[in-house]
T-cell receptor
């Protein structure tokens, strides 16, 4: 059981470039989440997907898009990267309503935008 | 809007000390509360989860309590060790099926040998 996996681990982009952060979970969880972590700001929710085929905005969605490709995979796309998007990005997943509802996190992607 | 506060931001204690980390939240209508540990440059590891109907949870040397009415949770660490040095974050899940988490900014704990 790998849990939640994320690729890549590190990435450096130039302003205006695009990229997709990949996330996959093997726990058969319905809900998946994307967070960003910044010094002094804590973790903030970007987007989430309550189930396959649905996505919703979180606290800081501007500049990002997401795709829930299937139950396992939830990707985050930066269409035109900006220095303000330099951050550590975490993906998480959670079991169905009525389950223990614990969220499990991936190891993170460290993104620098120059 | 839910706000989660963890004070102080940093704590340094000698090895062997029992310690309490505090977490407060403004909206008591929570689904559950989760404590995480984060080592430098790493992801988040779930330590304990307390459902809104529970008062406490225990795992080894860790004990987490929840007082929903007062908007407070504590993480008690018994007989601290240098290996406990890390950042500890609490997060509250909102009511409803989506259970989005709102995080505190964390407490960075240093346990001195």
């Amino acid at each position: 059981n790998a849990g939640v996996t994320q690729t890549p681990k590190f990435q450096v982009l130039k302003t205006g470039q695009s990229m997709t952060l990949q996330c996959a979970q093997d726990m058969n969880h319905n809900s998946m989440y994307w967070y960003r972590q910044d010094p002094g700001m804590g973790l903030r929710l970007i987007y989430y997907s309550a189930s396959e085929g649905t996505t919703d905005k979180g606290e800081v969605p501007n500049g990002y898009n997401v795709s829930r490709l299937n139950k396992r995979e939830f990707s985050l796309r930066l269409e035109s990267a900006a220095p303000s998007q330099t951050s550590v990005y975490f993906c998480a997943s959670r079991g169905p309503p009525g389950s223990y509802n614990e969220q499990f996190f991936g190891p993170g992607t460290r993104l620098t935008v120059l | 809007k839910q706000e989660v506060t963890q004070i102080p931001a940093a704590l340094s204690v000698p090895e062997g000390e029992n310690l309490v980390l505090n977490c407060s939240f403004t909206d008591s209508a929570i689904y559950n509360l989760q404590w995480f540990r984060q080592d430098p440059g790493k992801g988040l590891t779930s330590l304990l989860l307390i459902q809104s109907s529970q008062r406490e949870q225990t795992s080894g040397r860790l004990n987490a309590s929840l007082d929903k009415s007062s908007g407070r949770s504590t993480l008690y660490i018994a007989a601290s060790q240098p290996g406990d040095s890390a950042t500890y974050l609490c997060a509250v899940a909102h009511t409803g099926a989506n259970s989005k988490l709102t995080f505190g900014k964390g407490i960075t704990l240093s346990v001195r040998p």
